[in-house]
């Protein structure tokens, strides 16, 4: 879903970046980090992106096509990609926004249950409201004017990165076994240029 070459990418703060690395070079930091991404993308095929462009936070991403035949190991990292692949579908069919209890009803059919610790997952409400937040694939944000107070979902900037709405949609037509033109909101919305949505201001 992640066309292979989704990685455990680091986080890469702009201020870290000069802190650690150019100290005294601060001065000229946008020329080398664009030599910087040139030559991580053509010698080793990874591409320097920014995933949050407030406070500057990068990440690296592996383009290399995976050679045919090379599977994937599966270890928890896979699972969660694809837990997180549902999630996304989810709320990409939903309109791009998805209350927190439909999340949770979505994987209780999946007998992922949010309060128990899951094999593969570990606490998963923990992994959806707090790891897959500061990684940023998703965003958790509170639904004003609600009592009790409810959260809603919607794709992170990294996401927008790593995965498409058209991608998402293969991968619910896949498991639904329908052309993927039966959802024609969502298909035209996917044939749409990504455009992520700027940084909401917090949860």
Not at 19 to 30: A, G, I, R, S
Not at 54 to 59: E, L, M, P, T
Not at 160 to 189: A, H
């Amino acid at each position: 879903m992640f066309s292979g070459k989704t990685c455990n990418c680091q986080y890469f703060p702009c201020l870290d970046i000069v802190k650690n690395v150019l100290k005294e070079f601060k001065d000229v930091y946008p020329e080398i980090l664009l030599r910087a991404k040139k030559t991580l993308l053509e010698v080793f095929g990874f591409e320097l992106m920014e995933v949050d462009t407030k406070i500057h936070i990068y990440i690296l991403v592996n383009k290399l096509e995976r050679v045919t035949g090379d599977h994937m190991r599966v270890d928890d990292h896979t699972a969660k990609l694809g837990l997180l692949t549902v999630i996304l579908s989810l709320i990409f069919m939903k309109g791009n926004t998805a209350k927190e209890t439909a999340i949770w009803e979505t994987l209780r059919r999946l007998r992922v249950e949010p309060g128990e610790k899951h094999p593969d997952f570990g606490d998963v409400k923990k992994l959806v409201t707090d790891e897959f937040v500061k990684q940023k694939y998703l965003e958790y944000n509170k639904i004003p004017h609600t009592d009790p107070v409810e959260y809603e979902l919607r794709w992170g900037p990294r996401a927008f990165k790593e995965t498409s709405k058209m991608k998402i949609l293969e991968f619910v037509s896949k498991i639904q076994q329908k052309d993927p033109k039966s959802w024609s909101t969502q298909y035209r919305e996917a044939q749409e240029p990504a455009v992520a949505p700027s940084q909401s201001a917090g949860r």
